[in-house]
């Protein structure tokens, strides 16, 4: 079975500083990876996924994401943090025998100015 | 159009009552997921409904969790005899396709505290 860990609880940046929020999964297979956030009051958006092709996603505001099967990662960057990035940041995992994510814990990030 | 929505934002209710959480799916989805998420934790997968199929319910915690769909619509979110343990978010999402790279996309949750 497929799971996720995001070894960081908590980050804090200073804004205009750059991020990046690590995702480790753990599957026999290429999985389907995806990275979604939580702002305070409102349901996950999703910033990003990968399944196939260019190991280097872009999603929305400016994330990126790069997919490193010899490490298991699919981490979370972004070059330069704004104050309204402060949120919950989750990594899920799924699988191409599922409909089923499997979600991180979940990364709280802190932005100062 | 709209996102998914869910009723109500807040429960809170008496240990022991039974609560009903509503989930209406963006049109034309034809797969509904719930997830739990308790305080400080990430999702926990309870059940998912994809069109006319049998439910995969291999995430409820106990039998006093239970969901029904009406086709591709709305989803209610039954929990019996509420327990302390069961006060968390309750998170619902929708996708287009049944399948697991498709993307979910959720809405704003009912936060349920068991007092």
């Known amino acids: 079975a497929q799971s996720v860990t995001q070894p960081d609880i908590h980050i804090t940046v200073s804004e205009g500083a750059s991020l990046e929020l690590r995702c480790n999964y753990s599957y026999g297979a290429t999985p389907y990876l995806f990275w979604y956030v939580q702002s305070p009051g409102q349901g996950l958006q999703l910033l990003l996924k990968y399944f196939s092709g260019d190991t280097l996603v872009q999603g929305i505001k400016g994330f990126e994401a790069e997919f490193k099967r010899s490490q298991s990662s699919f981490n979370l960057r972004k070059p330069s943090v704004h104050w309204s990035d402060a949120a919950e940041y989750f990594c899920?995992?799924?699988?191409?025998?599922?409909?089923?994510?499997?979600f991180g814990t979940g990364t709280r990030l802190q932005v100062f100015p | 159009g709209a996102g998914v929505s869910q009723s109500p934002s807040n429960k809170v209710t008496e240990k022991g009552k039974d609560v009903e959480l509503r989930c209406d799916p963006i049109?034309?989805?034809?797969?509904l997921y719930w997830y739990r998420q308790r305080l400080g934790q990430g999702l926990e997968f309870l059940i998912y409904?994809?069109?006319?199929?049998?439910?995969?319910k291999s995430g409820l915690p106990s039998d006093r969790f239970s969901a029904e769909r009406t086709g591709e619509s709305v989803s209610t979110l039954t929990i019996q005899r509420t327990q302390q343990e069961d006060s968390a978010v309750y998170l619902c999402?929708?996708?287009?396709?049944?399948?697991?790279?498709?993307?979910?996309?959720f809405g704003p949750g009912t936060r349920l505290t068991v007092l």
């Open positions: 409904f994809q069109g006319n199929s049998a439910p995969d």
């Open positions: 049109s034309g989805h034809t797969a």
């Open positions: 899920a995992v799924g699988a191409r025998n599922t409909d089923k994510l499997i």
């Open positions: 999402a929708s996708s287009l396709l049944a399948v697991g790279s498709d993307t979910q996309y």
